[in-house]
């Protein structure tokens, strides 16, 4: 079986093939620094950090970068605002993305490259561009040549005559056609900026990214990845810039996500309608969050509500559920070793269902599914008279596997196994056995007093916080 990506430059999709066997470089575009993070920002970090998972479970080696965009309009008017400087309000949003990403279940970037850190590469870059005639300074202002670059519009689709049509210079621009973008800003009185060939300045948006790709992961990457947003004129922009310098295909995989709809209208800053992922985790297991994110393709568009929310939790506690199952029946078992081959053959055909799906341009949703499957197949199992200990460690080690795959780690459940709460539940299942059942009363009362909910199954007494 392999892999397939749909890939927004051919519009269709496509065997994968790395540029280098059992390696992918992978370049993902990081959010801007001057807020915390949204759910439209979440949403590509948990896509894309779940795309890396599944690449490594099917054995590639992924260095897999992403950026902070730490200086631009947005920052200078956020540390204006405050009363700030710029370095000092990117530091403490990029602070609360790595707390938000990790809650999660996303992991860090191999690299994570910040634009002010990278200012050397990126006046290097701009200074090749106007060597080679792509680019030209313009009054302190450096702008990239867009009718120069023969493939721009290739990765969205759009003719440059399509693109003139809707062109203009704005108000204080000192380009020579309305297609130019800028490479370089000249700063304005009481911005922050760097010494460069041209002036005092900072880089324009698309470059930075061109710049760290090809500093941390080549001239030619595998798959740059986004959401759907970018992809004009951000990633347009990226091509033009990188395959002008080098002569060579920037990228060969181009992903996108969908946008996020809430409450079935467009997320967006007019409509006063942003979510930020730093409130949700406040009242929702950001475990959930990122189930959800998965529920749906990654490349359609997805619909958030509260109320959906709670549905995913509580199709995620089915899951976990089931998984608790199976493992409070492999720790209470009389330790047998015989096996059945076709509970052990409906596993494994499971999880090769599992990653038919995943191989499918990483289809999280139908994957999802399977897990659903695995948990009906699980509960099937524990009704039988007599389970045996090789086929209950199969189930564990499926859910424990692909849930991994998909960031949602079920280990975080052993933190409430605490030997205190069971030796409690013990108690009480003794008195029970007794009849002494005001006992068994005071522990239900005491274990609830200490937000434990306890649950009554076929396969003994389950516990959860509140």
């Known amino acids: 079986m392999s892999i397939k990506i749909y890939n927004t430059l051919s519009r269709k999709k496509e065997e994968f093939q790395p540029l280098e066997e059992g390696k992918v470089k992978m370049y993902v575009c990081g959010p801007t620094v001057y807020n915390y993070i949204h759910i439209g920002n979440a949403r590509p970090a948990i896509v894309f950090d779940t795309v890396r998972r599944y690449l490594e479970f099917r054995g590639y080696e992924v260095s897999y970068v992403s950026n902070f965009t730490d200086v631009d309009d947005k920052l200078i008017r956020a540390a204006n605002e405050l ?16 707390e938000d990403i990790s809650a999660l279940g996303c992991r860090k970037a191999d690299v994570h ?31 990239y040549r867009t009718r120069k670059f023969e493939g721009y519009g290739k990765l969205s ?32 009185e009481g911005e922050i900026s760097w010494d460069s060939p041209w002036g005092k300045g900072r880089p324009g948006w698309h470059i930075e990214c061109s ?18 947003d970018l992809a004009f004129p951000h990633h347009e922009n990226e091509i033009a810039q990188s395959e002008a310098l080098t002569g060579k295909p920037f990228a060969k995989y181009w992903m996108h996500n969908g946008y996020i709809n809430i409450d079935n209208e467009k997320m967006s800053k007019s409509l006063g309608n942003f979510v930020l992922v730093h ?74 269902q599992f990653i038919k799906e995943m191989d499918d341009d990483f289809n ?21 008279k007599n389970t045996h200990e090789e086929v209950l460690k199969a189930f564990m080690n499926e859910f424990e596997t692909l849930f991994s795959v998909l960031g949602l780690e079920l280990e975080a459940e052993e933190g409430l196994l605490d030997e205190e ?44 916080r509140g």
């Open 279 to 352: 409130d949700i985790i406040k009242k929702h297991d950001p475990k959930v969050l990122r189930f959800f994110m998965l529920s749906v393709h990654y490349r359609h568009p997805i619909n958030y509500s509260e109320e959906l929310l709670e549905n995913m939790k509580a199709g995620l506690e089915r899951l976990t559920t089931s998984y608790q199952n199976i493992k409070h029946r492999l720790s209470s078992s009389s330790g047998l070793t015989d096996h059945n081959e076709e509970w052990l053959n409906k596993i494994q055909d499971l999880r090769e």
């Open 421 to 464: 709460i069971e030796r409690l539940i013990q108690e009480r299942n003794q008195a029970r056995k007794e009849r002494n059942f005001s006992r068994s009363d005071e522990i239900r009362d005491q274990l609830k007093a200490m937000n434990i909910i306890l649950e009554d199954t076929p396969q003994g007494t389950r516990w959860k």
């Open 83 to 98: 009363g700030e400087d710029v370095p000092t309000i990117a530091q403490r949003f990029i602070d609360a993305y790595f």
């Open 113 to 143: 490259p910040r634009v002010m850190e990278s200012m050397d590469i990126i006046i290097d870059f701009i200074q090749a561009l106007i060597d080679k005639g792509y680019a030209y300074e313009s009054e302190g202002d450096v702008y």
């Open 211 to 228: 710049a760290m790709a090809k500093k941390y992961l080549g001239e030619s990457i595998d798959i740059h990845a986004g959401g759907q």
């Open 157 to 188: 689709h759009q003719s440059i005559d399509d693109l003139k049509a809707g062109a203009r210079i704005e108000v204080g621009e000192k380009k020579q056609d309305a297609l130019d973008f800028a490479l370089w800003k000249a700063a304005k």
């Open 364 to 384: 999280t949703a139908n994957a999802i599914s399977v897990l659903f499957e695995l948990s009906k197949q699980a509960n099937y199992y524990l009704m039988e």
